[in-house]
Structure formats: C-alpha cells, structure tokens
C-alpha cells in the first residue's frame, strides 16, 4: 500500500468523467487499499479515484469516529438511485486544502454499486446524515463535477477559495439548485436552532483545522 498524492482543485482532470469499471482486477484492488490509505494519511472522510489522478469509477468513504476503529466502504460503479429533501452541508475536499463552504446537498440518498469483491450491494444513508453527504460529494467527483458547483453563496466561496490560494468558482458551472434552496431557506426559516448548529460545525471544523495546522508546523 502507499500513499498517493492527492490532486489539487486548479488540476483539469478534477472536471472529467470517470470510466466505469470493467473488472475488479489486481490493479482496481491496489488502487482501493491506495485510496483508503491516502484517505486515512490525510484524516478524509472520503477520497474518489481522479482524486489520485485515476480515472475509475471507485471511491471510499469512512463516516466512523476518528478515534474509534475504522469502517471503510468502498464503492465501485456507483449510482444514486433514489433522492429526496434538501439539507445545508459545510463541506471541505482533500483537493481543496483547508477551504470549507456551504453548499445544498439531497437529505436523503440511496446508491447501488459494487463492493471490492464485485458484489452488488445497497447502501441507504438517511436525514442529512454525513454518509448521505459524503455519498454524493464523492459521486460529483466521478462526473467531473465539485463541491463548490453546489455552493448556496457564490461570492462566500470565492472569497475562501481566495484566502486559501486557489483558484475562483467557475460561474458556468454552478448548479441551479432552485428547489433545493428553496426548501433549506424554509426549513431554516423554521428550525432556527438549526442554523445555530451550523454554525457550531462551521467553528468546531475551523478549530479542528487550526489544530492540524498546528501539529504540522
Ligand atoms: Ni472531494
């Protein structure tokens, strides 16, 4: 196993379409324990192959408690096949060193795909929960699409992606998410409390980020 280095936001490969995979081969395998490796090197909750430079339809996702034992699952030939709700999601990107936004994500998801022993298997992830987020940040990244195309504030974006040295927003390609912005302005409209808690992830994510920043220095 070794760790890879992690393609930066910048990189054009970011924005293209991965290719379905055709057989769990010795070289597919190698890139998953590659994948969860450099993941876990670099404390992600998820990691998707063009993020490594690899053009495969694969990508990991480990939801569990830091300091608890590890639950990696891994995704191969991914599809969403059911959607629902609306939720506010803070997001950062391993491709996007130390830069977080708001962006709108489905509440409710449920994918199919392959496990690393080509096993078709269900995975349903409920109530914005982070699985339900991670899911589909990490499915954006095997069409070429980022994190920052869901962003619920433009000029907030590209102010944080300015402070953190990287390149602006592309404008043409956010994603017009109408609906879904109209029902999380709703939904926080009535549950204030809720932007409250946003606001404690947003500070409890910097703070955790600063202490990173420290243990590196
Ligand atoms: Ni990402």
Do not use: W
């Amino acid at each position: 196993m070794s760790i890879l280095k992690i393609v930066e936001y910048g990189n054009p490969i970011l924005r293209e379409k991965s290719k379905e995979v055709t057989k769990i081969s010795k070289k597919v395998k190698t890139l998953v324990s590659n994948l969860l490796e450099t993941m876990y090197h670099a404390n992600g909750v998820g990691l998707a192959g063009v993020q490594v430079g690899e053009l495969l339809r694969i990508f990991v996702i480990d939801v569990s408690d830091p300091e608890g034992p590890i639950d990696p699952i891994v995704f191969i030939n991914p599809k969403i096949i059911k959607k629902s709700g609306a939720i506010n999601s803070y997001e950062g990107c391993l491709s996007f060193p130390k830069a977080y936004t708001n962006v709108r994500r489905y509440k409710n998801v449920t994918v199919k795909a392959l496990d690393i022993n080509g096993r078709p298997f269900i995975k349903e992830a409920r109530d914005g929960e982070l699985l339900a987020r991670a899911i589909q940040h990490e499915f954006d990244h095997l069409d070429g699409k980022l994190f920052i195309d869901h962003s619920r504030n433009y000029f907030e974006t590209t102010n944080i992606l300015q402070k953190c040295n990287l390149p602006p927003v592309e404008k043409e390609r956010l994603i017009e998410e109408k609906e879904l912005e109209e029902e999380i302005v709703e939904f926080e409209k009535a549950h204030p409390e809720v932007i409250e808690k946003q606001r404690q992830e947003m500070e409890e994510t910097q703070k955790q980020q600063e202490r990173q920043n420290e243990k590196q220095n």
